[in-house]
């Protein structure tokens, strides 16, 4: 894999650009399932208190860390995925040359509650899922006008810009009246 792709142990971005956050109630969400699971166990006694209490804190306090170190970063040249984690980030730059297409779902409740992902289609086939992005942040629509204005790389070029001497030789066409067709008067029907 190329060094440019490596994800990168990083606090804070050192890129300068538009920076972009999950919504505020994400970490929650994404835990709602596990609630409303955990809540139903404790009304049917399946679970006491104290545990339910418990797991509560294991699932939901993970992930609003990870809530509070998860941004992306546009610049004109790279999109910086960083992702959060308990203790640390991972940051992912995402050269805006190597990205294909750019895709938003809105999911059951998204366009209700204010939120859509947004999933990155990389050259290589590879997809980078950004979820929980405010929808009047219009991030897909940022991402498209930038990889509009990129330079296409060397390898992409335009192949029908050939210069003469480059292009195979073209038959010619037989000279008017010396068609190789036989010469059958038109039928009439």
């Known amino acids: 894999m190329e060094q440019e792709n490596e994800p990168q142990e990083s606090t804070e971005s050192e890129l300068e650009g538009t920076e972009i956050r999950q919504v ?25 208190e104290v545990m339910t209490s418990v797991i509560l804190i294991i699932i939901i306090v993970p992930r609003y860390f990870m809530w509070r170190r998860t941004k992306f970063t546009l610049t004109d040249d790279v999109l910086l995925y960083q992702r959060g984690g308990i203790t640390s980030s991972k940051a ?41 992005l405010p929808i009047v942040s219009d991030v897909s629509g940022k991402i498209r006008a930038l990889i509009d204005q990129q330079e296409p790389a060397p390898d992409e070029e335009d192949s029908d810009s050939e210069t003469p001497a480059d292009s195979p030789p073209q038959p ?16 009439s029907s």
């Not at 994400?26 to 006694?45: D, E, K, N, T």
């Not at 998204?110 to 999933?119: E, F, P, S």
């Not at 010619?172 to 039928?187: L, Q, V, Y």
């Open 92 to 132: 992912y730059p995402l050269p805006l040359t190597k990205i294909k297409d750019v895709r938003t779902r809105y999911g059951l409740f998204g366009r209700a509650l204010g939120y859509q992902g947004v999933d990155v289609l990389m050259d290589n086939g590879a997809v980078a899922n950004m979820a929980y």
């Open 24 to 48: 505020q109630w994400a970490w929650l969400w994404s835990s709602l399932p596990w609630v409303v699971v955990l809540a139903v166990m404790l009304y049917l006694g399946f679970l006491e």
């Open 172 to 187: 010619e066409s037989p000279p008017s009246g010396t068609d190789n067709a036989p010469d059958d008067p038109p039928r």
